[in-house]
């Protein structure tokens, strides 16, 4: 089944206790991206990365990192999570295409800093 | 301004009724249009491209006006199975492919009985 898998789907954590979230997609997509979503703001893009080495900031890449060794792996890092930081997280994949294309989204990951 | 703009609603609409979402967006260069469904905090999926002409699925048509920078959603004959919300995507197409979806706050739509 093509899918996007993130884990952990929910994590509680304290202030500064680095941490990562997977993401990883079985359908040989070259582009992939990490959004939070949070009340009023909708979804805001992190960072993406269009192929395996190749990553840039998205619009909030604030306290975040990310890296892209495998194509179908996209991690997600906080290096020292603050409780702004508390959100919903999505990873997203798609094909590398100019015209129309979906963008497949994993189930999310709920994280709470405190 | 914000690039994507939507009435964040709630649309409360009695089942069977027909309701339509507009979005606005900023960016003259953007060049692919879409709408997506999200439930209750679960991942946004695809709904429906938006294409020039315009595009019907079943009860869904959206319909795009790239001179006056919006796109709309209609949907007819509402189900409870509707109730969700609706996310007004847009795509300006990255220079070496790929997409950078820039999304909407969304729209909430709850069909009632």
């Known amino acids: 089944e093509a899918q996007v898998t993130q884990n952990p789907r929910y994590l509680i954590t304290v202030t500064g206790k680095k941490l990562t979230v997977t993401c990883s997609q079985n359908m040989n997509h070259e582009y992939m991206s990490w959004y939070r979503q949070d009340p009023g703001l909708g979804l805001r893009q992190i960072y993406y990365s269009m192929n395996v080495e190749v990553t840039d900031k998205g619009d909030v890449p604030e306290g975040y990192k990310v890296s892209r060794k495998e194509k179908r792996n996209f991690p997600l890092i906080l290096e020292s999570p603050s409780p702004n930081q508390t959100s919903l997280y999505f990873c997203?994949?798609?094909?590398?295409?100019?015209?129309?294309?979906?963008?497949?989204f994993g189930q999310g990951t709920r994280l709470t800093v405190v | 301004r914000k690039e994507v703009e939507q009435d964040p609603g709630p649309f409360n609409v009695p089942e069977g009724a027909t309701v339509a979402f507009n979005c606005t967006y900023s960016n003259s260069a953007s060049q692919s249009f879409f709408w997506y469904r999200q439930d209750c905090r679960k991942e946004p999926k695809l709904l429906m491209s938006v294409y020039s002409s315009g595009n019907e699925d079943g009860r869904f048509t959206a319909q795009l006006n790239r001179a006056s920078q919006y796109i709309s959603l209609l949907i007819r004959d509402s189900k409870l199975s509707d109730s969700a919300t609706y996310l007004c995507?847009?795509?300006?197409?990255?220079?070496?492919?790929?997409?950078?979806?820039?999304f909407g706050t969304g729209t909430q739509l709850k069909v009632e009985l």
């Open positions: 995507v847009v795509n300006p197409i990255l220079t070496g492919g790929g997409n950078k979806l820039t």
């Open positions: 997203a994949s798609s094909p590398r295409d100019r015209t129309n294309t979906e963008a497949f």
